[in-house]
């Protein structure tokens, strides 16, 4: 069974472009999340996507966005990147039945983003 | 103060001593994983907990609800269990399907000597 997949793996972009991240999920998983790690904060939640919706947004600015396609591949984009948003960004897939709380949370490689 | 609190921050060990990590969290959560992280970025996931103790080969788990606390264990420590152990605490209660918001610890850097 295939694990979490993001692509690219790296990526430098200049100050005030644009960049669109990627994350293909786990087979049958519909929950999407993403993460930023940063040396300074550490991890932080972005947004959780489940069924093309956004359910959860964390504390970050609007320039900051995902969606969500019906075969449950997810992407962000940042606009107008600033040097801040150099980070490792990260996504995590699950599986999730009902109103269970037992659902694992699978992470991949993530994508390091250098900005410049 | 952070509603997750790893500690210690660093953890040196020689091989074969038994380490201990620990988490207190300040929230109502539902559940609390923990996760290992690798050099060059990629996380695991090593366990995930609402109650009790989990054990996996050398690693054992545990979770104290009314305390807001949570230990892992590993025992006959290796050098490749160096990486950084992090706490990630799960809040709110599911609600159409999906509730998966996380608050991480700053995690614990350990390094065992052969």
């Known amino acids: 069974k295939a694990g979490v997949t993001q692509t690219p793996r790296y990526l430098i972009k200049t100050r005030g472009q644009q960049v669109t991240l990627s994350c293909s999920p786990i087979s049958g998983h519909r929950s999407v999340s993403w993460y930023q790690q940063t040396p300074g904060q550490g991890l932080q939640f972005l947004f959780e996507?489940?069924?093309?919706?956004?359910?959860n947004k964390g504390n970050f600015p609007g320039r900051f966005s995902g969606r969500q396609f019906s075969n449950s591949r997810s992407e962000m984009n940042v606009s107008t990147l600033e040097l801040g948003d150099s980070a490792l960004y990260l996504c995590?897939?699950?599986?999730?039945?009902?109103?269970?709380?037992?659902?694992?949370?699978?992470f991949g490689q993530g994508t390091r983003l250098t900005v410049v | 103060k952070n509603e997750v609190e790893q500690s210690p921050q660093n953890l040196t060990a020689q091989e074969g001593e038994f380490i201990t990590i620990n988490c207190s969290y300040s929230v109502g959560i539902s559940a609390l994983h923990w996760l290992q992280q690798h050099p060059g970025g990629g996380i695991v996931s090593l366990f995930m907990l609402s109650s009790g103790k989990k054990k996996h080969g050398r690693l054992i788990a545990t979770i104290n609800i009314q305390e807001k606390h949570s230990s892992l264990h590993i025992t006959a420590s290796h050098p490749r269990d160096s990486a950084v152990y992090i706490c990630a605490v799960r809040s709110g209660r599911n609600s159409g399907g999906s509730n998966y918001k996380l608050t991480f610890g700053k995690g614990t850097l350990l390094t065992v000597n052969p």
């Open positions: 996507y489940f069924s093309e919706t956004q359910r």
């Open positions: 995590a897939s699950s599986f999730t039945l009902g109103r269970s709380a037992n659902t694992e949370a699978f």
